[in-house]
């Protein structure tokens, strides 16, 4: 189910470059671009979720549409009350996209670590006892 999120990612990458809308007003930019980092951030995080096997495709599809229209409302509303809540919108999903980065790259390091780790223990188990520098430390006690 990881794949949903990339998925999405890609359809929206191909239906914002076929799709050209000539945008001329600089408030409906600021709009869009707090949604766009909504949605991003609501991507990163099924990401994050999907490698943590906890990915639910009704969460993140309710999480995407309600996100990007949270944002929006909240930069139209500081447009219309005269103070610039858009600012501080970009600045929480900012932190929160890149805490979601950072937990991505820490699992994918601890995930690529243990592999590693994995196949060095497996290939000095698979080397034979009677290699020179390598002797068997166990002991068999046949003591009652």
Known sequence: M??????AMLVG?????????????PIVTLYLSVACLA????LL???????????HSDVFLTGFVSNILIAFF??????KIGVNLSLA?????GA???????????????KWQDARERRRLQQELAQPASQPGLQSQIQVDTAP
């Open 2 to 7: 990881i794949l949903l999120p990339i998925l």
């Open 13 to 25: 990458a191909v239906i914002a470059y076929f799709v050209v809308v000539p945008i001329h007003d």
């Open 39 to 42: 949605g991003l951030d609501t």
């Open 45 to 55: 995080g099924g990401i994050r979720s999907g490698l943590e096997a906890k990915f």
């Open 74 to 79: 909240l930069a139209w509303l500081g447009d």
């Open 89 to 93: 919108v970009a600045l929480v999903l």
């Open 96 to 110: 929160r996209i890149f805490t979601n980065l950072s937990l991505i790259r820490r699992f994918l390091l601890t």
